[in-house]
């Protein structure tokens, strides 16, 4: 039985450093910046695209899980889109340059992993099936 394929990451990588566009966001919001910037990131790595829907129920969760307001989440993504720390991809759907550029890595070694995999399960049966008909043929 073959694996299902796995979806977004079990982790993601976090500067010890923030940008000076992070850092900035802080500086605007303090802890609820801070805090809704890492929220947002969890929420992208989760997903295979990178893209985090906030419409509706989706964004009043992401406010809940970073304890502010709806009002006070729509002033952060607004500073983060100025800031350049996300953008919109369509109403209310957001991403980064950064996260399509690490989702798009991990896809590629997982890829190259499957295409490695193949080539060896394939060797390993073609070997094995050899040795098959040898084995038959005295």
Known sequence: MARSRKIGLDYFPCDVN???SFKALEEIHGN???TWMIKFWQAA???PDGIVDLNGIRGALMAKQGRISREKQTEIIKDAKDLDLIKEI???CYTSEEIQKIIATVELDRELGRLRWKKYSTAKNDDSTAKNDDSTAN
């Open 18 to 20: 923030f940008s000076d």
């Open 32 to 34: 609820d910046g801070h």
């Open 45 to 47: 790595y989760k997903t």
């Open 90 to 92: 369509s109403p209310d």
